[in-house]
């Protein structure tokens, strides 16, 4: 069975290549006003409340964040207090790579062009990407597509910029919900999920190959 060569192998960034401490700061946040027991829940609401925000029109990301952890304390009944959401969005560009990701990275980058597709700002994110070490060809932010993931606009401006199509990359996340749903509904045949634990797994129905962390990722190109 031939081996895909991508003209790209395309990647979520934050939470698959990059270890995303949303949940982390929050936890340490609020600590002080959200009891243990309860703590998980108000992270899984804040989670939730992420989503629900990229989903209209493009704002900041800055607003993501901000009217999410407002709207979740709000909901779960925890005082918010000015400045809450400023203090999470302000260590997004201080998170570094998951200890796989550059070994990972640097065994494909030598054969293949990487491609970072971001809901990221364009000053956050080239502090995360250095922090990686791999050289990437581009890496494209829903701040420059005007659309975040999984909005199917964000991945229609990679296509544009990149001047190919669907069946040209292999798109790589570790996020069904954000990315590998939409991935699918669009026609990109070749997908990889990177189970890192935080959604289950999507392979059986959404066509991914599934591997541990992005050591594994060579194997799939035929590397």
């Not at 609020?30 to 925000?53: C, K, N, P, Q, T």
């Not at 541990?212 to 990722?217: E, M, P, S």
Request: with cysteine; proline share 6%.
């Amino acid at each position: 069975m031939a081996i895909f060569k991508p003209k790209y192998i395309t990647f979520d960034v934050q939470g698959t290549l990059i270890y995303f401490e949303m949940a982390n700061a929050a936890r340490k946040l609020y600590a002080d006003r959200v009891a243990a027991g309860e703590m998980d829940a108000f992270i899984s609401v804040f989670s939730a409340y992420r989503l629900d925000e990229v989903l209209g029109a493009w704002k900041p990301y800055f607003n993501v964040v901000d009217n999410a952890i407002r709207r979740t304390c709000k909901r779960c009944g925890v005082a918010y207090r000015e400045g809450d959401g400023k203090t999470i969005y302000d260590q997004v560009p201080t998170w570094g790579p998951h200890p796989d990701t550059t070994a990972g990275l640097a065994k494909v980058a030598k054969e293949f062009p990487l491609v970072g597709l971001t809901n990221s700002m364009n000053v956050q994110i080239p502090h995360n990407i250095a922090r990686i070490g791999v050289p990437f060809h581009a890496v494209y932010t829903a701040e420059q597509a005007q659309a975040y993931k999984p909005q199917m606009k964000a991945f229609e401006y990679m296509f544009d910029q990149l001047g190919c199509g669907p069946l040209d990359i292999l798109h790589v996340s570790s996020s069904p919900r954000y990315d590998l749903m939409t991935a699918h509904d669009m026609g990109i045949k070749n997908k990889v999920f990177v189970a890192r634990g935080h959604e289950p797994s999507p392979a059986a129905y959404y066509g991914c190959t599934e591997i541990r962390d992005i050591g594994g990722l060579a194997a799939v190109v035929g590397l």
